[in-house]
């Protein structure tokens, strides 16, 4: 994997941290990502050094679904099954949902298949099988309605 893949995959999986972080405490934009700047993003913490991540990707995507929280909860829920609403799924779900959302409908320069596969990725250090096959069917169908 290229640096620029792993940074990327570093920046995602902050991204996701750093969403769950806002919705959970409600920290401001601009702190949250200096926070992230001065100590999450390719920092050591406890032992582990964590990925250089592409900060500029990592604001990009935070910043995007900050912006377009609303449009990218239209887009998620409906695709949810009938009974389903976004406050049923947990805090990191959200987030997954809305970072891979944002990156398939403003980052033309990203594959669709790449944005899925990612987010699969950082769905696994959340969740199970299960879980991770709810993350590849709605972004894929949110995939094929966005981007054609």
Do not use: C
């Amino acid at each position: 994997m290229s640096t620029r893949s792993l940074s990327r995959s570093a920046a995602r999986l902050a991204a996701v941290q750093a969403l769950y972080q806002m919705e959970m405490e409600g920290t401001p934009l601009a702190k949250l990502l200096h926070e992230f700047h001065e100590h999450r993003l390719g920092a050591t913490i406890e032992d582990a050094t964590y990925a250089e991540a592409e900060q500029a990707f990592f604001d990009d995507v935070v910043s995007g679904v900050d912006a377009r929280r609303v449009e990218l909860d239209d887009h998620i829920a409906g695709k949810l099954s009938d009974g389903w609403s976004l406050d049923r799924l947990d805090r990191p779900m959200r987030a997954i949902l809305r970072a891979g959302t944002y990156e398939l409908l403003a980052r033309p320069d990203v594959p669709v298949a790449s944005v899925i596969s990612e987010y699969l990725d950082v769905a696994d250090a959340f969740y199970d099988k299960r879980e991770k096959g709810f993350v590849n069917g709605l972004l894929d169908g949110i995939a094929k309605d966005v981007r054609r």
